[in-house]
Every structure is written in C-alpha cells, then in structure tokens.
C-alpha cells in the first residue's frame, strides 16, 4: 500500500492543478478580460476537450516508454499551464492576447491531466501486480477527487487575495517540486510485447465502456443539475447534495479497497450500479431537500467502485504490453459521458421536468448493471 500511495501522490499533485483555476478562469474571462459567458464556458471545457483527445495517446505513450515518461510528460504540461495562467494574468491588460495564452494553457492542462492519471495508474499496477488493478485504479481516484476538493477552494481563495497569477505561480511551484520527486524514483520498465491496433484495443474495450457509461449518467446529472432541480422545488442547500456525493464516493473508495480483489469486479460492479440506481430514484422521487441529499449520498457511494471494477475486468482483455492503451480507451468513455449528460440531460428537463433527469439516470444505471452481468455470465463460460 505504501508503494502504491507513493505514487499516486503526484496525481494529487496533477489534480490539484486542475482544481485551482476551476471556479476562477470562467470569472476571470468575463469580468475581467470582458468577454462573453460562451467564451467563459469555453475556456474550462477545453480542457475536457483536450483530456479527452489525448487520451488514448497517454496510454500508448506508457506502453511505448513506460509510465515514468509519460508522468514527467504530464506534469511538464502541467507547469506550462501554470506558466500560461501567469502570462495571462501579466497580458490582462490585452484581452485578446490574455485570452489566446490562457486558452493554450487549458489545452495543456488537459493533455497533462490525461497523462498524469493514466502513468499513475499503470506506474502502480506495475509496482504492485495486475492482480491489485482495482485497488490501485480506487486510491488513484481518492486522489484525484481529494485533490479537486481541496484545490478549488484554495484556487478561490489566492485567486481573491492574490489574483489570478498566483495560481500559474502555485502551479508551477508544485509541479517542478513533483517533476524532481518523479526524476528520482526508479521506474518500472514499459512491457514488452506484441502492439495490437487501437482500433481492436477499441473492440475489446467496447462493452466494458459502455458500461461504465451508462453507470456515469447520474453523476453527470447530479453534479450539473442538482441546483437547478432543488431550485426547481424551492429548496435550500443544494451544495448539502454535491457534498454528500463526493464524501460518500472518497469514502467508499476508503472502506472498501479490497472489495474487487474479494468479490470480483463483475460483482462488484452490479451491486455498486444497483445501488448508485437506488439513490437516483431517491433523488426523483424526493419530498424534501433532506431526501434528494441521501439519494445523491447513496448514488456517491454506488458510483465509487464502478470505474475501478469494471476497469480490472476490461483490462484483462488485453496482454499487459497493451494495458495503458486499454485504459486510457476505456476511460474516454468515462469523459465522453459526462460531456454528453450535460446538454442531454438539459433536454430533457425542457420537455419533461428535471426530476425526470435521475429517473432516466437510474434506469441507464440499472441498464449498466444488466449488461456488466451479461458481461460476466459470458466471461465465466468461456473460462
């Protein structure tokens, strides 16, 4: 265990970076350099644009050279983010000029954020063995929702004391700390092997990240509409909700990090998508605020060991010289559902309500869990 925190500490680092400037960059585009609310928007999704594009490359990259390469990679990226929000900060006088640097460093906080988790992960798996992959994909999310938690209120806090420098100023200090901390450590060395096509890491990677796709529709929903659906009701202390899902989802994670090796993923999956399903329908059919929190509490702590349970399971479908290529495909799909929630889900609480968001979330949840225990049904016959 102590290997494999020692590790993943630097994806903490990584997160942290992209948790500082979260809640500034949108206010620093508008008020400060003037610009519109779509143009604010932009300048956080591209990141998210960027983290979802370069994905598959970060997987490929630590089979080529190994996960240490692709950290030093990433967290270079990172502390040239850092260097573009202080650019932009010193060049605020010039919006457009302000603008197009920070714009350049959101790009490259998201191919760095892409490459830090991705090395991470697959730095400890080869530390520790294949057989501890759940284990090591739960605490590499410890970190990063940890990471996002503390880091954005400090972000918001410099940001109001300081300006928005100081956070390319923190940035870049944490990194190059990080970027030494990652020279020093031995490394393990990329597997060596057969390379198969993408295209057929793809194929393989397909059912489990539909999945896992499914199963991330309600926490896309809650995080994006949950104000919005307490608004809608007239209730107080929407923020109560968000709050009870990230602890219950860290503390999942915390209590349970032997449940995959235990139980087997395919098990764990199914129990932990019928229980995020549970706390959904919770959430639609809420009669008070209290209700909905313990609804988004429970979808918190069902949604926890879903990307790490179905991720041992997915990997396993490839030889280990694929491995970092079969993640980093089997975690776009992951991005690809939460940047799709958002304006689906905005959809359909136009035609029908938003209650009706977390009624459909539940039964895509319910959906994912069906097809993970065909998905495991097949997988024992064939064994």
């Not at 295209?199 to 919005?228: D, E, H, K, N, W």
């Not at 209590?255 to 932990?272: C, D, E, Q």
Request: charged content about 10%.
């Amino acid at each position: 265990m102590r290997r494999v925190l020692g590790i993943v500490v630097f994806n903490f680092v990584g997160y942290c970076c992209v948790g500082l400037p979260l809640a500034v960059v949108p206010g620093f585009v508008h008020g400060a350099l003037g610009y519109g609310t779509v143009l604010a928007g932009l300048a956080v999704s591209l990141q998210y644009v960027a983290t979802l594009l370069s994905r598959t490359m970060a997987g490929r990259l630590c089979d080529h050279r190994g996960p240490k390469v692709s950290l030093l990679v990433g967290l270079l990226a990172c502390a040239l983010s850092g260097a573009c929000t202080l650019g932009a900060a010193l060049a605020g006088a010039w919006p457009l000029a302000s603008l197009s640097i920070l714009f350049v460093g959101r790009l490259l906080l998201g191919c760095g954020e892409s490459l830090v988790t991705t090395a991470t992960i697959l730095w400890g798996i080869g530390a520790v063995g294949g057989l501890h992959t759940g284990r090591v994909i739960s605490w590499n999310g410890v970190t990063t929702y940890g990471a996002l938690a503390v880091s954005a209120p400090v972000g918001v806090f410099l940001a109001a004391r300081f300006g928005l420098a100081s956070l390319g100023v923190a940035t870049l200090l944490m990194t190059l700390v990080a970027l030494v901390g990652v020279a020093v450590r031995r490394g393990v060395p990329p597997i060596h092997g057969e390379r198969i096509p993408a295209r057929q890491v793809l194929r393989r990677m397909l059912p489990f990240g539909l999945c896992l796709g499914l199963g991330s529709v309600g926490f896309g929903a809650i995080t994006a509409f949950i104000a919005l659906y307490y608004a809608d009701h007239g209730w107080p202390h929407a923020a109560l909700a968000v709050t009870l899902l990230g602890v219950a989802f860290v503390t999942t994670r915390l209590i349970l990090p032997n449940a995959i090796n235990r139980h087997g993923g395919y098990r764990v999956a199914v129990v932990s998508l019928g229980v995020e399903a549970l706390g959904l329908v919770c959430i639609w059919l809420a009669p008070s605020p209290l209700w909905a929190a313990c609804g988004a509490g429970i979808t918190g702590a069902g949604f926890a060991l879903v990307f790490p349970a179905l991720g041992m399971e997915a990997v396993k479908r490839v030889s280990d010289s694929n491995r970092g290529t079969a993640l980093g495909i089997y975690s776009l799909f992951l991005d690809l559902a939460l940047a799709i929630t958002g304006p689906a889900a905005g959809a359909l609480a136009v035609v029908w309500s938003y209650g009706a968001i977390y009624l459909v979330a539940g039964f895509a949840a319910l959906g994912a869990a069906a097809a993970s225990l065909f998905l495991a049904r097949r997988a024992y016959a064939l064994a």
